[in-house]
C-alpha cells in the first residue's frame, strides 16, 4: 500500500480489497487473544465455558451481518447456498480449510525458524500444540455432543474429527475394551519430505504433546504412550503411531 494514505476514500480498489483482507486479519488474531487473556485470568475450563458463548453470538451475529453484505441466504443460521451444495463439494471446501490450517501451521513454523533457528521453532510449535490439543478437543465434544469422561469410544469418535484426519489417512485398532492403537499411516508433511527424498521431519515431541493433551482432554482417565514416531524407526505403513489406554 502507498505511503501518504491519509483516509479510506484515499485506496485505490486493490489497496481497499487489501485493507478488507487485514481486518479480517485482526479479527482473527482478536478473537484468539481474547480466549487466550481469558484463559490467563480465569483458566482453561473457565476460559472454554465463556468461549461456548462467545463464538455462538459471535458466530450469529457475523453471518447475519455477512449475509446481508453478501446477498446470501439463511437457512435456520446457516448459509443457504452451502446447505444446497452436493456433498463433494462441501468436501472440497472442507478439505480446502482443513489443507489452508495445515499451511497456515508450517507458515508460522518456517517463519520462526528462519529468523531464530529449528530449536526456537520447534519449541514454540510444542507449545502451540499443548493449547491447541484441548481446545480442539473442546471444540469436537461441543460439535458431537460427547458427554464428559466418555472414555476411549468417545476418543475414538473424537479422533475421526480432527483436523488433521481430513488431510491424512489414519487407521484405529482396538486392542480390547481397555486400549486402542492409534496410527497415522499417510502424513501430508512427511510424504511431502519423502518424495523430495528427505528424512522425516522429528515430530515426536510435538507428538507427545499433541495426543497425550488431546486424549486427556476427552477423558482426562485416558493414558497416552507413543509407539513410535520420527526420529524413531517405523514401518512403511505408518509414520506414527500411539496407544491409548483407560486408567480405572
Known amino acids: ?22 481486518i479480517l486479519h485482526r479479527s482473527i488474531l482478536h478473537h484468539g487473544l481474547w480466549f487466550t487473556e481469558v484463559r490467563h485470568q480465569m483458566g482453561g475450563a473457565r476460559a472454554l465455558e465463556v468461549l461456548k458463548t462467545a463464538y455462538e453470538r459471535s458466530m450469529e451475529i ?14 435456520d443460521g446457516l448459509p443457504k447456498a452451502l446447505l444446497e451444495m452436493d456433498r463433494n463439494g462441501l468436501k472440497e471446501v472442507l478439505d480446502g480449510f482443513c489443507t489452508n490450517w495445515l499451511a497456515n501451521d508450517g507458515v508460522w513454523f518456517q517463519a520462526v525458524e528462519f529468523k531464530d533457528g529449528m530449536n526456537d ?16 478437543a473442546w471444540s469436537i465434544k461441543r460439535l458431537l455432543g460427547i458427554p464428559e469422561r466418555p472414555g476411549l469410544p468417545g476418543l475414538k469418535q473424537a479422533l ?4 488433521y484426519a481430513q488431510i491424512n489417512t489414519q487407521s484405529i485398532i482396538e486392542e480390547g475394551p481397555g486400549s486402542l ?10 510424504s511431502a519430505r519423502k518424495r523430495k527424498g528427505l528424512a522425516d521431519y522429528p515430530c515426536k515431541s510435538a507428538g507427545l504433546v499433541e495426543y497425550t493433551y488431546f486424549a486427556r482432554s476427552i477423558d482426562e482417565r485416558i493414558h ?7 526420529p524413531d524407526p517405523h514401518p512403511d505403513e505408518w509414520f506414527c503411531a500411539w496407544r491409548f489406554t483407560q486408567k480405572t
Do not use: H, Y
Not at 500500500?1 to 487485514?22: C, H, N, W, Y
Not at 475421526?160 to 483436523?163: E, L, N, P, T, Y
Open 224 to 230: 497416552t504412550e507413543c509407539i513410535g514416531c520420527p
Open 62 to 75: 457475523q453471518l447475519n451481518r455477512l449475509s446481508k453484505v453478501f446477498g446470501f441466504e439463511l437457512t
Open 121 to 136: 521453532a520447534k519449541r514454540c510449535n510444542d507449545s502451540c500444540w499443548a493449547q491447541f490439543s484441548p481446545v480442539e
Open 160 to 163: 475421526g474429527f480432527r483436523i
Open 1 to 22: 500500500m502507498s505511503a501518504g494514505k491519509q483516509r479510506i476514500d484515499d485506496l485505490g480498489p486493490a489497496e481497499l480489497v487489501r485493507f478488507i483482507l487485514d
Open 181 to 190: 492403537v492409534f496410527q497415522m499411516n499417510e502424513c501430508r508433511v512427511q
